[in-house]
């Protein structure tokens, strides 16, 4: 029974040395990207003015299935990669469960999540072009860390305008982004046009997303030798997370498994997409079949009540617009939101992904989520992300499912990250103080009544 270990691991030699792009598989494509001003899609010389030129290459490709993963990029994967894929023996022992539960683990490294495989090929490809530095935009502030590590590792600058609310709430996250020599600047600030508007406009803000982005944009394009990165949402993030579903595919096939259910929490789509993407590539190739689930908060339910159209990427409406399951740019999820997960959109390729019926969705409420993350800490040592904890408590519900009717399926979730910097949220959870909150329809139809009209 017990030859399957605790721990599946890769040695550095099996560690994939390519990126997979799924897109290359999918006979319908996801719809372009748009050029916000005249609706037409993105040439790449227009997106080489924001992101780095490589990048920018491989967020329009969709015919290339392979890119290799450059030399200096798999040498700092090979200090926290491969990363484990975990067999739950104690959590099935808890559920009583005769499923066979894997969680593909993220969190070993300083960063706290999987945000540091994109980071640093991002960095690298900045570096490469012999730019001086990049700027981003973080919220809770995993992406911003993983970017500075990334960032100092390249010897890049690193401009980060952190959401002010997060900036004030959050200090050790802040912190730990100076240490890696990243200048964070609450947004929004005074540096750039956008923010000075804005503070103008509503002074003591505390700031969002959608002005961060705007900010960090304008910071990009207006200094020499800068440009724009961004951790989620991207094809081009999607791709450098594959090396997560790549690297799960070869531990499972090490020991001749097949994972009938692969669950993933979703935000922008990035964990998600990247651990499925060779899985839904078999699928998609007329190879296997797999039950994917994408799981997302109540509260922030893009794909499962969203609608699937045009719309911007940033509440400021600099970015490319995208079409994905959205609630509209404009959509901010409820303030006792605690768990992550907040974009109002969705990847372009995962959204096309469950369109085309290759992946389903679902949405849990927060109170749910922090019980499962619980019962996952108290039993497997490892104290989630909120954002990880929406896989497990489907992968729990499912496991319980196998219980009433005895199957042995073998469950794969992506445990994203770990939790230290979102105590506050386990406090209130802790205190039976956190509530959960849907949005009404017409709390989803204000905001989706504002996306663009684009006709193509
Ligand atoms: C950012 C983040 C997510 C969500 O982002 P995706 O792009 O949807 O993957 C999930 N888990 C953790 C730990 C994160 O930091």
């Known amino acids: 029974m017990n030859e399957i270990p605790y721990k599946i691991y890769l040695n550095e030699n099996e560690m994939p040395d390519k990126w997979y792009n799924v897109r290359a598989d999918m006979k319908k494509k996801p719809a372009p990207i748009l050029n916000p001003g005249t609706l037409q899609p993105v040439t790449i010389d227009e997106l080489s003015a924001i992101f780095c030129r490589e990048l920018a290459e491989q967020e329009l490709d969709d015919t290339t299935a392979y890119f290799d993963i450059p030399e200096e990029i798999r040498n700092f994967y090979k200090m926290y990669r491969p990363s484990p894929l975990v067999r739950a023996y104690c959590l099935e022992k808890k559920l009583g469960t005769p499923a066979h539960i894997y969680y593909k683990f993220e969190g070993n490294n300083t960063s706290g999540s999987h945000k540091l495989n994109s980071a640093i090929a991002q960095a690298y490809y900045a570096k490469k072009q012999g730019l001086k530095g990049v700027t981003t935009e973080t919220g809770a502030g995993q992406w911003g860390t993983a970017l500075s590590m990334a960032c100092s590792y ?62 960090a944009v304008e910071a990009a394009v207006s200094q020499e030798g800068y440009r724009y990165v961004l951790g989620s949402v991207l094809a081009q993030v999607l791709l450098h997370q594959s090396v997560i579903g790549l690297e799960t595919k070869a531990a499972f096939d090490k020991y001749g498994i097949k994972p009938d259910m692969i669950i ?71 303030a006792n939101h605690a768990g992550g997960l907040r974009y109002h959109g969705m990847s372009s390729v995962v959204s096309e992904l469950y369109d085309q019926g290759i992946i389903s969705a679902r949405s849990v409420e927060q109170t749910n989520v ?45 445990l994203t990250g770990t939790g230290y910097f979102d105590m506050v949220a386990y406090e209130k959870y802790n205190n039976g103080e956190m509530t959960d909150y849907i949005p009404t329809d017409d709390d989803l139809k204000k905001s989706i009544d504002t996306l663009p009209k684009v006709d193509l």
């Not at 651990?275 to 994408?294: C, H, Q, T």
């Not at 400021?316 to 999820?333: D, E, N, Q, R």
């Not at 909120?386 to 319980?400: C, G, K, Q, Y």
């Open 370 to 414: 922090f019980e499962a993350a619980e019962m996952f800490a108290r039993v497997e040592g490892i104290l989630p992300a909120p954002e990880s904890s929406h896989a497990i408590r489907v992968a729990i519900d499912e496991a319980l499912k196998c219980k009433e009717t005895g199957e042995a399926k073998n469950i794969v979730f992506g």
């Open 154 to 215: 390249f010897d890049l600058d690193c401009q980060v305008y952190m959401v002010k609310v997060s900036y004030e709430q959050k200090p050790f996250r802040r912190e730990v982004m100076r240490t890696y020599g990243a200048q964070v600047t609450p947004s929004p600030s005074m540096n750039t046009e956008v923010g000075r508007k804005i503070n103008a406009e509503f002074p003591g803000t505390t700031g969002s997303l959608g002005c961060a982005i705007s900010e």
């Open 264 to 334: 993933g929490c979703a935000g922008g789509g990035s964990n998600l997409g990247g651990l499925i993407s060779p899985f839904a590539g078999e699928i998609l190739r007329g190879e296997a079949n797999y039950d994917i689930i994408a799981v997302e908060p109540a509260s922030c339910p893009s794909l499962t009540r969203g609608v699937y159209a045009y719309d911007f990427c940033d509440t400021g409406k600099v970015c490319p617009l995208a079409k994905m399951y959205t609630l509209g740019s404009g959509f901010i999820p409820s």
